[in-house]
């Protein structure tokens, strides 16, 4: 008897934006773990030795520097990296996001608009060229956005970025709608709270926050880029074919609580 593995990515082609460092880097890894060919889009400048370092581990990996708040950047990095996987795209994980912290009476717009242009402009502009890739190839595809807990919960002093994780919870199911039938899959992952750099105000001893999130987690214990990999493998693959417009929480438990 033949044993199928579902979640085999051997011979496909992904890009994973942020993938510098941090959480993305975690999901580049899992997929390439995975059996894909990946190809890491980041405004970084440890975009490429990220991506050398994965090659030397026996792994195919390229790295596209990109500033995905550029219009013509972003457009010009999508297609670089299509090009370099040999013309063909099956996964694309939407993992590049920014974070800034004003009282929300006091938010520079500037700081607004930065965040929003990276956590959802650029996000529905690469969920487009991605559509249309897949559809131009007549092929299934993957796409994977990354939420968050604020796509649930406000926040605190984050009122840009809970209104750009918000959207992009209502985007990924908006373009399900769209192009479900074309078997596209659309979904999203939301982390919860991660030892990551962006959460390194957050992490530190003499923070009360960070025994408060830690108390509420019923894991008791932050979420690494290893974590991620499982999901980020799953949604990529053929084992969730049928789910589509769903933003699955990666949190320890801690939505529930």
């Not at 979640?7 to 496909?12: A, E, I, M």
């Not at 030397?56 to 990996?61: A, E, L």
């Not at 957050?202 to 008791?220: F, G, K, S, V």
Request: hydrophobic share 40%.
């Amino acid at each position: 008897m033949e044993i199928k593995n579902y979640t085999d990515l051997t011979g496909k082609k992904a890009i994973v934006t942020g993938a510098a460092q941090g959480l993305c880097h975690g999901m580049a890894e899992g997929l390439l773990e995975a059996g894909a060919e990946v190809c890491i889009i980041d405004i970084s400048p440890k975009t490429l030795e990220a991506a050398r370092e994965f090659c030397d581990s026996g792994y195919i990996c390229h790295g596209v520097i990109a500033d995905l708040g550029d219009d013509e950047d972003l457009e010009n990095g999508f297609y670089a990296a299509i090009t370099g996987m040999g013309g063909h795209l099956d996964i694309l994980v939407n993992g590049a996001g920014v974070q800034k912290r004003h009282k929300s009476e006091e938010f520079p717009i500037e700081d607004w608009n930065f965040v929003i242009n990276i956590n959802l402009n650029a996000v529905f502009k690469l969920c487009k060229l991605a559509g249309q890739q897949f559809l131009k190839q007549q092929s299934k595809g993957k796409i994977i956005n990354i939420a968050s807990m604020l796509s649930f919960f406000g926040g605190y002093t984050v009122p840009a970025y809970a209104a750009s994780k918000g959207g992009v919870s209502q985007l990924t199911k908006a373009l399900c709608n769209e192009w479900a039938a074309a078997g596209i899959n659309v979904n999203a992952l939301a982390p919860g709270y991660m030892d990551t750099e962006m959460n390194a105000s957050l992490t530190e001893p003499d923070n009360p926050r960070y025994n408060e999130i830690t108390d509420r987690i019923p894991a008791h214990v932050w979420g690494t880029p290893e974590d991620m990999k499982g999901p980020c493998v799953f949604l990529a693959s053929a084992a969730s074919d049928y789910l589509n417009g769903a933003v699955i929480p990666v949190d320890g438990g801690y939505l529930v609580r």
